[in-house]
């Protein structure tokens, strides 16, 4: 009796040992995330050519993704205006006084001084999954001659028309080489996608185009800070006795001297009163 | 005949022991097992889904802001909101191992040609070294745009209690909104959940809300109390653009069977570009050669 239980309790042993290394393996693929190689995607895949330039890193710290293109926008109120020095510590010594006066001839304008707060994103998580009511156009040939808009109207009215298969259009977008639209009904997204093959007419030629499923993406979490822009200061509470140019012209001259606590000036923008701004920030260029 | 000692030496009380206690291992042994396959099912699912779908999570570092510009306009709705967007696209790299070689060339139709030939050999200073052509293997990639706008005019509410009807706590909300003591300003309209206790006020005018975000909270009169709710901005979070794309190498080349060679790798990258400028070797225009003779590197592929 003994015996067969041993050998019972080897075998399950036996077992509990493969359970465990192949537990072990997936906890280790886990936590290696890695971009799923090209064989297991079952849609067409638009290829962008890229080439090795010289960048290299040594190390394992290797960034995933590369963020471009940042554009900050702030909105600015009538009756403001924005000064940009060359040397920050001009910004950060005039903003230790909120009130300043501002001379002209033989009186002076009492304005404010503020910092301009600028969001910024620290943090984005961003999941996806295929996206049952989208679709992707590829097989564009090169020497197409027609522009964005006219692309997107004659593939929107192409895919409108129930005869082709289609259905109503609710979204589109023009991406890299291909375009994604958007179907109110799902299941015509998914009937266009069976069909798949489609002869298309985009001007004078009837081209040859492919449907796919589109996969899109979703922001999970979006972590703002505000961070301070370093340069530059916001002049508010502008009386409006002067016009736009002179206002310039006067603010440029105060906000440069030494004297009254300024410095050399790299840009200024006036936003005349009853009228609204927007100043607009970027990445400077490291 | 050893079996039968060893059973003798055991009385039947220990035998009856033993068993049972086998059997109690025997069935905690098997709870584990059927714990771990669990365990081993869950984790083989959540792979299954995390290959279909890409999951990013990244830290954005810090950045220098430079000013550009001011756009001017009577009335635009684009003025009400503080906007931050970008893009974000993968970053291609090839880990190049010891013993390979990336060259750039100038032309796509000369890289492919060096790949059909497959085989070259390349004069080294002592002896001539065989390397093989390849093209080289990249991964696929996402990009996306991000827009986050930050509204001038709207707020969040919540923890908005809920001992009055629907229509008198919007009331209340405008009420206590639109006093410029505490930091309101005049209300536009009052959007309120009661079943979640939150609310978003847009206001007449910009600016307003950044005055009532500077606290956490605010005072809400409902009749002959004062409750402080939460206040937090209005952000809307937008993905544009968003596409998977397959990297692949028109003019860069992998070259492997540099194992063997002991230089310094400049001298060796000055060689190979030597060797496949050459016309007659199949080669072309080249822009730049990497190789690791010791360390790997990771190259970065680019626009």
Request: glycine share 6%.
């Amino acid at each position: 009796m003994s015996v067969t239980l041993q050998n019972v309790l080897c075998s399950l042993q036996e077992e509990q040992s493969r359970l465990k290394t192949k537990l072990q393996e997936l906890q280790q693929q886990k936590r290696t995330p890695l971009i799923s190689p090209k064989e297991e995607i079952p849609f067409p895949v638009p290829e962008v050519p890229l080439a090795f330039q010289g960048r290299i890193q040594q190390g394992r710290q290797v960034p995933k993704f590369l963020v471009s293109n940042l554009k900050i926008c702030c909105p600015l109120p009538g009756g403001s205006a924005i000064v940009t020095f060359d040397d920050p510590k001009v910004a950060d010594q005039l903003l230790q006084q909120k009130e300043h006066k501002i001379d002209i001839e033989e009186c002076w304008l009492r304005v404010q001084i503020q910092p301009l707060e600028l969001p910024v994103v620290t943090n984005i998580q961003v999941s996806s999954q295929p996206d049952s009511h989208r679709v992707l156009v590829s097989g564009f040939p090169s020497g197409l001659q027609l522009s964005e808009e006219e692309l997107l109207d004659k593939l929107e009215i192409f895919f409108g028309k129930a005869k082709n298969g289609g259905g109503d259009v609710e979204t589109r977008e023009m991406l890299q080489g291909t375009v994604m639209l958007g179907f109110a009904d799902e299941k015509v997204a998914q009937n266009l996608c069976q069909i798949g093959q489609f002869r298309v007419p985009l001007g004078r030629q009837q081209v040859p185009l492919r449907v796919s499923p589109y996969v899109s993406g979703e922001i999970q979490q979006a972590k703002i800070k505000f961070q301070q822009a370093l340069h530059s200061v916001l002049v508010t509470n502008i009386p409006d006795i002067l016009d736009a140019q002179e206002l310039h012209d006067i603010l440029a001259i105060h906000f440069q001297k030494p004297t009254r606590g300024g410095g050399e000036v790299e840009a200024l923008s006036v936003v005349p009163s009853g009228q609204q701004g927007l100043a607009v920030f970027t990445s400077s260029s490291s | 005949m050893d079996a039968d000692t060893d059973n003798k030496k055991h009385s039947p009380e220990k035998e009856v022991m033993k068993t049972e206690q086998n059997e109690g291992l025997i069935h905690e042994i098997m709870r584990e097992n059927l714990h771990l396959e669990q365990e081993i099912k869950k984790l083989e699912a959540e792979l299954c889904s995390d290959a279909r779908e890409f999951q990013i999570k990244e830290n954005i570092p810090e950045r220098n802001l430079k000013f550009i510009s001011v756009e001017s306009s009577e009335h635009d709705d684009r003025f009400s909101n503080s906007c931050c967007s970008f893009q974000v696209s993968s970053q291609i790299s090839y880990e190049i191992q010891k013993g390979q070689a990336l060259i750039t060339f100038e032309k796509e139709e000369v890289a492919q040609n060096v790949i059909t030939m497959g085989k070259h050999v390349v004069q080294m200073e002592k002896a001539p070294v065989k390397v093989t052509a390849h093209p080289v293997p990249l991964n696929i990639g996402v990009k996306f745009q991000v827009h986050v706008n930050i509204s001038k005019m709207k707020i969040n509410v919540t923890g908005i209690p809920d001992e009055l009807p629907e229509e008198q706590t919007r009331d209340k909300l405008e009420l206590s909104f639109c006093k410029s003591k505490n930091g309101g300003g005049e209300v536009e309209s009052v959007d309120y959940d009661k079943k979640s206790g939150s609310a978003v006020i847009t206001f007449v005018e910009a600016g307003v809300a950044d005055k009532i975000l500077k606290k956490k909270d605010y005072p809400l009169n409902m009749n002959s109390k004062c409750y402080r709710v939460t206040v937090t901005p209005f952000i809307e979070r937008r993905l544009e653009k968003y596409q998977v794309f397959s990297a692949i190498s028109k003019r860069t080349v992998l070259l492997t069977g540099l194992e063997d060679v002991w230089m310094d790798e400049e001298i060796v990258e000055d060689l190979i570009s030597i060797h496949f400028q050459r016309k007659n070797n199949g080669g072309g225009e080249v822009d730049v050669v990497k190789c690791s003779l010791d360390q790997p590197y990771i190259a970065y592929f680019e626009d």
